[in-house]
Each structure stands twice: as C-alpha cells, then as structure tokens.
C-alpha cells in the first residue's frame, strides 16, 4: 500500500512563505502526475498546482505568480513553495499523486492527509 506524506504546513503571516512536501511511502518506480489541492472551510477541494513527470507544471489562476511547484523524480517527491500568502490562502492542503507505478500494479488518484496552512492578516 502506498501512503502519500506531506509536510510543510503551518502558521504564517500575510506576505510570508511557506513550502510544502509530499513523499510516497512504498516502493515506487515512478508517479506520472503529482499535485497540490487546497480545501477551505465549507467550501470543495480545488486545484492549486500539478506537475507532469517530464516538468510541465500547470496553476490555478489564483496562485500564478505566487506559489511554485516542482518534483524531484529521484525521490518521487513533490513540492509547493508558497510565496506572498495571503489569509484567502487558508486552508488544508492534499497531495495528490495519478498513476504511481509500483513492480505490482498502477495506483490511480492518491491523496494525503492533509496539511493545514494558516495565514494571519
């Protein structure tokens, strides 16, 4: 079974920074798209950032500029460097991982936990 294990997450204040990690437990040859998606109090999770295996990376509208993600593919992790957060930044953030290659078999659509992120105005 693979497990998706984020960290990074935290209290800030308003035009602080943080960066977020996920790592797979298991033995993993390769994940095909990983991403970050934030979920705010009563309101549905949506897209934040994704990543392809091959470095093509794709953000919401409301986080260009702002926030960067990247993975090492070594260690099949991905991160989320937040830059310039603001309060409306608030809220829990999932990894999520599609197609993650094991030797047994191809996982589709993984999530983590979660972590909170919090920013103070």
């Known amino acids: 079974q693979v497990q998706l294990v984020e960290s990074g997450g935290g209290l800030v204040q308003s035009g602080g920074s943080l960066r977020l990690s996920c790592t797979p437990s298991?033995?993993?040859?390769?994940?095909?798209?990983m991403g970050w998606y934030s979920q705010a109090p009563g309101k549905q999770r949506e897209l934040v950032a994704t990543?392809?295996?091959?470095?093509?990376?794709n953000y919401a509208d409301s986080v260009k500029g702002r926030f960067t993600i990247s993975r090492d593919n070594a260690k099949n992790t991905v991160y989320l460097q937040m830059d310039s957060l603001n309060p409306e930044d608030t809220a829990v953030y999932y990894c999520?991982?599609?197609?993650?290659?094991?030797?047994?078999?191809?996982?589709?659509?993984?999530w983590g936990q979660g972590t909170q992120v919090t920013v103070s105005s």
């Open positions: 999520n991982a599609d197609r993650i290659r094991t030797a047994w078999t191809i996982l589709r659509n993984q």
């Open positions: 990543i392809t295996q091959s470095g093509t990376a």
């Open positions: 298991g033995n993993i040859l390769s994940i095909n798209v």
